[in-house]
C-alpha cells in the first residue's frame, strides 16, 4: 500500500482580459500553470501509522521554467509533519508555466495538499495523486 497526497492548484491573482474601456487594445490571454507529473506527497509514516488524515494549503511560486522556486505555508494542518510533507514534495512538481500573451509568466499560486488513507483499488485511491487544477 502506498500512501500518497493528492494537490489541486488554485490559481491566484486577476482575470487576464483588457478592460473594455481599451477597445483598441486586443485582450491580454492569460492561461493559468498546468501540472506536468504526477507527484505522490509523501506521507508522514507515523500519521499513516496512527491513521490520521490532514490538509496543508501551501502558497507556491512557478517560475517561467515551470520549477517551484518558492514555497511556504499559507493554512497549516494540526499536524507539522504534513506541512513539512508537503514544502518538501514541492521539490519535484513540474508545470506548464503560466502564460501571458503565449509568454510564460511565474505565478503565486494556492495548492492544496491533502492526505487521506485510501483503500487500495479504490477509485479515490486511483486519483489520489492525480492533479487536478482549477
Known amino acids: 500500500m502506498s500512501p500518497s497526497a493528492r494537490f489541486r492548484l488554485l490559481a491566484l491573482g486577476a482575470a487576464g ?18 501540472p506536468l507529473n504526477e507527484f505522490a506527497f509523501q506521507y508522514p509514516e507515523e500519521l ?17 521554467g515551470g520549477t517551484v522556486d518558492s514555497a511556504r505555508v499559507e493554512t497549516p494542518s494540526r499536524h507539522a509533519a504534513f506541512d513539512s510533507a508537503a514544502i518538501a514534495g514541492t521539490t519535484a512538481l513540474r508545470f506548464e508555466p ?3 500573451d503565449g509568454t510564460p ?3 503565486w499560486v494556492l495548492l ?8 487500495p483499488g479504490s477509485a479515490a485511491a486511483d486519483s489520489a495523486t492525480n492533479a487536478q487544477t482549477q
Open 48 to 64: 499513516w501509522d496512527a491513521g490520521v488524515e490532514g490538509k496543508t494549503v501551501l502558497r507556491i511560486h512557478i517560475n517561467t
Open 112 to 119: 492544496p495538499v491533502e492526505f487521506e488513507i485510501k483503500e
Open 105 to 107: 509568466v511565474s505565478k
Open 17 to 34: 482580459l483588457a478592460s473594455a474601456a481599451a477597445c483598441e487594445r486586443k485582450p491580454v490571454v492569460e492561461t493559468e500553470p498546468v
Open 98 to 100: 503560466a502564460k501571458r
